[in-house]
């Protein structure tokens, strides 16, 4: 399958991604920010500072974002019309109603969307960073409606696009009372239960309506993103998750510094796929470390090729040695060089036993502990990749394996 490099005359950005790629009849954009990259958050994404009362920065800022965003689908040959997937990420999720509000005017349809909490965007001043996909105008999509609860906020549950599903994150919350009873202890038993496998099988079982609703089920789940509020719940969640799936999916799972219910402990966003005769997923097994946690190196689907995301271990010791600077020597070499190093060689194996390479990746997503590491991060990049896929790259609170500082979540084509 070939890749194109989409370019439009949006401001191009400092670092080494490309703005959007084009696979089959999907467009994979970079995670956009309202930066011109030469001042940083120009005067149009901002309040006049003579005028601090009028106007609002969210506001501006979206509003710029999706603006830009809409000039890169353009380019494509499609619109914000077509979009069918949207992952928000808010450096303050009080920020998030006026958002909202902006987001509703650009989105005759909203399609579904998972919103969560940052510890850091890459430009100063930014609050909020947007990565989309989108299909082309000639391949329909369906918005997906079950009898899960429905949202308060301007988004669909799902959409089916062709053989594909794209799920809404979601939440534990039947968003009238907030975390409903059945997914939470009950106040005088607090010892019995816990919260994160109850809220984690209430969200599961509303997804296993999404899918079926689609005429998919979760055994056809390709990729899953896990987003946690504290990292201490992830054996409770994984224990209920691994109850859900007999082969369990590709999964990248991250802190976040919140959600959007009060209460809620943990996000779920999925993509899966309606199965027909002569399509079906296969698990891919490298010789990459296996993960301790219930989910799958990759799994293939079609020409397409869904990775877990990854981190620097080889889940015996932790971060193995040649991961980490040598104790001795501590001012030679760099740790996020060689976590981001030993991260992507193993994702090289990764896409290569898929029949696929690095070269054919058309979507990044990177979660960094610290942003400061970003820089040297982003060189080691530049060396892995002839020609940079899109990437999102924000700040998590959290990793699942103590001194990880980084993972790296790809698709790719085959």
């Avoid at 001043?125 to 082309?136: R, S, W």
């Avoid at 001012?331 to 898929?354: H, M, P, R």
Wanted: aromatic share 10%; net charge neutral.
């Amino acid at each position: 399958m070939g890749i194109k490099v989409i370019k439009s005359e949006v401001p191009q950005p400092l670092a080494n991604y490309a703005e959007a790629s084009q696979a089959n009849d999907l467009i994979f954009a970079a995670g956009q920010l309202a930066s011109d990259f030469k001042t940083g958050v120009p005067p149009e994404a901002r309040k006049h500072p003579n005028f601090p009362f009028y106007g609002c920065d969210i506001k501006l800022q979206t509003d710029y974002i999706l603006k830009n965003l809409a000039r890169t689908f353009k380019a494509a040959g499609t619109s914000l019309d077509n979009v069918i997937k949207a992952q928000v990420f808010l450096m303050d999720l009080n920020d998030f109603s006026a958002f909202d509000e902006v987001w509703r005017d650009h989105f005759k349809s909203p399609p579904p969307r998972t919103t969560i909490g940052t510890t850091g965007l890459l430009v100063k001043d930014t609050l909020v960073e947007i990565d989309l996909i989108a299909t082309m105008p000639g391949n329909p999509s369906t918005v997906i409606k079950s009898g899960a609860p429905k949202p308060l906020a301007n988004y669909a549950e799902a959409i089916r696009v062709g053989d594909l599903v794209f799920a809404a994150g979601q939440l534990a919350s039947d968003f009238k009372t907030g975390v409903p009873a059945n997914a939470r202890r009950g106040e005088n038993f607090p010892y019995y239960g816990s919260d994160i496998q109850l809220q984690t099988e209430y969200i599961l079982g509303n997804l296993r309506q999404t899918f079926e609703a689609a005429g998919s089920s979760l055994d056809h789940v390709v990729k899953a993103q896990v987003f946690m509020t504290t990292l201490n719940d992830f054996p409770g969640f994984d224990q209920v998750w691994k109850k859900y799936f007999q082969v369990p999916p590709p999964r990248t799972t991250v802190g976040t510094t919140g959600l959007l219910v009060k209460d809620t402990l943990v996000e779920i966003d999925l993509i899966g796929y309606v199965p027909r005769a002569g399509l079906k997923h296969e698990v891919i097994k490298s010789g990459a470390p296996r993960p301790i946690a219930n989910y799958s190196e990759a799994f293939t689907l079609g020409n397409f090729v869904f990775a877990a995301g990854q981190i620097a271990s080889d889940y015996k010791t932790g971060v193995p040695t040649d991961a980490r600077k040598h104790p001795n020597f501590p001012f030679y070499g760099s740790d996020i060089k060689l976590q981001a190093a030993y991260i992507l060689a193993n994702l090289k194996q990764t896409f290569e036993v898929s029949g696929s390479s690095l070269d054919n990746v058309v979507k990044a997503q990177v979660f960094l502990t610290d942003l400061k590491n970003f820089a040297a991060f982003d060189e080691v990049w530049k060396e892995f990749f002839k020609i940079p896929p899109p990437r999102t790259t924000v700040g998590t609170t959290g990793l699942l394996v103590k001194d990880a500082l980084v993972e790296i979540d790809l698709i790719a084509t085959r």
